[in-house]
């Protein structure tokens, strides 16, 4: 892929932390913390997280710099396996993880956007055939979708530019939301939580739950990987990629941890629990500011869901222009316009959200692949092992840190966090590996008209 225009370091990193941060840090821990049933247990779930992700980040930091190409993880794992491989994770992309993350995130502006415009709601329905309906708060979702795609269609340059602007607000907005819950919190009585370790923590039960509330905040994690998706686009990728991925991952889980130790300092363990709608983050403003607080939230929710929309939007199309290329998905994605921008695989991505969008399902999607998202993020990193032994010579600008160890490391500790989803949420993890399965029959069916 093949354009005059580049990603600076700093583009890439912006593209890393608003891919990263959407809504989700602001809702799951409420979630999390009724599953765990301890402040500690809470932070240690999101060091947990925020440890593999590093880990992963920094494995995947090697590959990145040895194949700097569009479609990024795609061809990590086309060239550490086969092309059947490479495959399975792009059919899971474009049928649910990056599409239905951008539906979920999509309805989650148009959701937000309700404080402000009444008429925006789920109740509001303005099309209806028997069952199926068509609500305000879709229309709305599926019009920001749409205006991204459209916005994307000019070179990755103006893509990232939009993109700067919404992270930096994102992040300026996020650190006053935390010297606002501070501030409160030196200057009232703070809640005093109980920091000890839980009794039940000795049984393995207890453990194969705390990876089932796993699954919330490796979901509010993941996105960091897409920058490789635009390897090509990217100015000394080199050194860039491997950079990126470390100091956008450390900044955006560096955030994550201080937000919910923010939360604790400000709310007792039992309204974080039992926070309205899971709505932490407005619960914590509202305490901080009033009722203002909830109009304060809802502002950043509709700001940091703006720009990680237009993340996933601009890197998951190229996956899918890098597919077609390997006459694997349709010819036409792997085109670009007059602005070397991958449209028609753009507008692919924006139809098939837009049908997700409309038909309800992304919810249930997303929980189905959680499960499959961590398989691919093991065999990706256990490449680098595969790699290092079928193309020994092959030059490699940046090696993993601590190679063996610590790609190893991540491989045992995501596998363990894999089986006990297997486990407890067999009812999620089954049909998630359907879904990945699925993709065999359709690689055959592709390969023969090919």
């Known amino acids: 892929m093949q354009t005059s225009k580049k990603l600076s370091l700093l583009d890439c ?41 590093l880990f992963a980040a920094l494995s995947y930091g090697e590959l990145a710099a040895m194949m700097p190409k569009a479609g990024g993880q795609y061809v990590y794992l086309r060239e550490a396996y086969n092309p059947l491989f490479g495959f399975l994770y792009g059919w899971t992309l474009f049928t649910v993880i990056q599409t239905g993350t951008i539906a979920a995130v999509a309805v989650a502006f148009a959701k937000f956007s309700g404080v402000f415009f009444s008429f925006i709601s789920p109740e509001n329905v303005v099309f209806q055939i028997g069952s199926f309906t068509v609500q305000t708060q879709q229309i709305l979702a599926i019009a920001i979708v749409w205006l991204l795609t459209f916005s994307n269609f000019r070179n990755v340059k103006s893509g990232a530019f939009l993109q700067n602007i919404f992270t930096f607000t994102k992040i300026g907005a996020i650190v006053f939301m935390i010297g606002a819950g501070l501030y409160f919190a030196l200057t009232h009585d703070t809640i005093a939580q109980d920091y000890s ?25 993941d996105a960091w990987n897409n920058v490789t998706f635009t390897g090509s686009e990217i100015e000394k990728p080199e050194r860039n990629l491997p950079l990126s991925l470390v100091m956008g991952t450390t900044i955006v889980l560096g955030i994550y941890m201080f937000i919910n130790w923010v939360y604790l300092q400000v709310l007792s363990f039992d309204a974080i629990q039992h926070a309205e709608n ?6 914590m403003l509202q305490t901080v500011f009033g009722d203002v607080g909830m109009y304060l939230m809802a502002a950043l929710i509709m700001i940091s869901t703006f720009g990680c929309i237009n993340g996933l939007t601009l890197s998951g199309s190229r996956v899918y222009y890098a597919m ?17 921008s991958p449209q028609f695989a753009l507008i692919i991505q924006a139809i098939w959200t837009s049908i997700l969008t409309l038909s309800g399902s992304y919810g249930d999607l997303l929980d189905y692949v959680v499960f499959a998202v961590l398989i691919f993020y093991v065999l990706t990193v256990a490449g680098i092992f595969v790699l290092r032994h079928k193309q020994p010579n092959a030059p490699r600008p940046y090696k993993v840190f601590a190679y063996p160890y610590l790609p190893a490391i991540y491989i045992l500790l995501a596998s ?35």
């Open 13 to 53: 990193t912006m593209l890393i932390i608003g891919s990263m941060i959407g809504s989700g840090i602001f809702i799951v821990p409420a979630a999390m913390s009724r599953d765990l049933g301890s402040p500690f247990m809470l932070l240690l779930a999101w060091f947990v997280t925020a440890l593999l992700t």
């Open 197 to 221: 370790i839980p009794s039940q923590t000795s049984s393995y039960s207890y453990w194969g739950i705390f990876c089932v509330a796993l699954v919330g905040s490796i979901f509010s994690s």
């Open 278 to 283: 899971d709505r932490v983050g407005t619960v």
């Open 324 to 340: 077609a290329k390997d006459k694997l998905f349709f010819a036409k994605a792997g085109t670009l316009n007059q602005n070397d």
């Open 416 to 450: 363990f966090i894999c089986i006990n989803l297997l486990l407890y949420k067999p009812d999620y993890t089954y049909p998630g590996l359907g879904i990945v399965l699925l993709g065999i029959p359709v690689y055959y069916l592709i390969k023969k008209k090919f």
